[in-house]
């Protein structure tokens, strides 16, 4: 049972401008929300967090917003850099470190 | 930011051996650890929750005798695939909570195992 979901599989976006990554959940007891980038070979790293009782958490080029009631949250980041072409992936906290994942959205930054 | 070990990064092995994991903190004790499992394409599924000194509590459909883990100490747990099938294979991904973290949210990840059984 998929209770986060990462509807698209990649994204491509120009050098310069905003990515918009989303996410979805079906859960309404998740009281936490993070989204990691992990490069290949590598393991994913924190990238930014927001409480379920906030609805925008901003982090230098990074924003993330909530959307309670419609169980969706999106990752905002702007502007994009090439270094910013990876996976990302939404996950959701339920209980004390236990996260689940979405399935990942590969991010590529064209120049 | 803290850093964990995982090693080895890949390995192939024969179907009907078996495999260590290991997964390592290395500048933070790491109270709890957690084994994550990924399927190409698919996302990070948990497998099991070891806590130091006591037993692994596993996910629902996980099963505990052919994934061993060993939490022995506050800076290393292993996973171990018992009579690996190539169903098995798997890329395996570690991930540790340190006791002094003020928020549990920030996992940190090892890179990662690619395990290919023949």
């Known amino acids: 049972d998929q209770q986060v979901k990462q509807n698209s599989p990649s994204l491509s976006v120009q050098e310069g401008r905003i990515s918009i990554l989303n996410c979805d959940y079906t859960?309404?007891?998740?009281?936490?929300f993070l989204w990691y980038k992990k490069y290949p070979a590598e393991g994913p790293t924190f990238l930014i967090s927001i409480s379920s009782i906030k609805d925008k958490n901003e982090d230098g080029r990074f924003t993330v917003f909530l959307n309670k009631s419609a169980k969706h949250l999106s990752l905002h980041i702007v502007p994009s850099q090439p270094g910013d072409s990876a996976v990302y992936f939404c996950a959701a906290r339920l209980g004390w470190g236990k996260l689940q994942f979405g399935a990942g959205t590969q991010v590529v930054v064209t120049p | 930011g803290a850093v964990v070990s995982q090693h080895p990064s890949r390995v192939i092995c024969k179907s009907g051996t078996s495999v260590k994991i290991e997964c390592r903190s290395l500048?933070?004790?790491?109270?709890?650890m957690f084994w994550y499992r990924q399927f190409p394409k698919q996302s990070l599924m948990l497998m099991a929750t070891?806590?130091?000194?006591?037993?692994?509590?596993?996910e629902q459909g996980v099963e505990k005798d052919k994934f061993l883990i060993n939490h022995a100490s506050l800076t290393l747990s292993t996973l171990t695939v018992t009579s690996a099938h190539p169903e098995d294979s798997s890329f395996y991904i570690c991930s540790a909570r340190g006791q002094e973290e003020a928020t549990n949210e920030k996992l940190f990840f090892g890179s990662g195992t690619q395990l290919s059984v023949l």
């Open positions: 859960n309404s007891m998740f009281d936490y």
């Open positions: 070891s806590n130091e000194g006591s037993k692994a509590t596993y």
């Open positions: 500048d933070f004790q790491a109270t709890t």
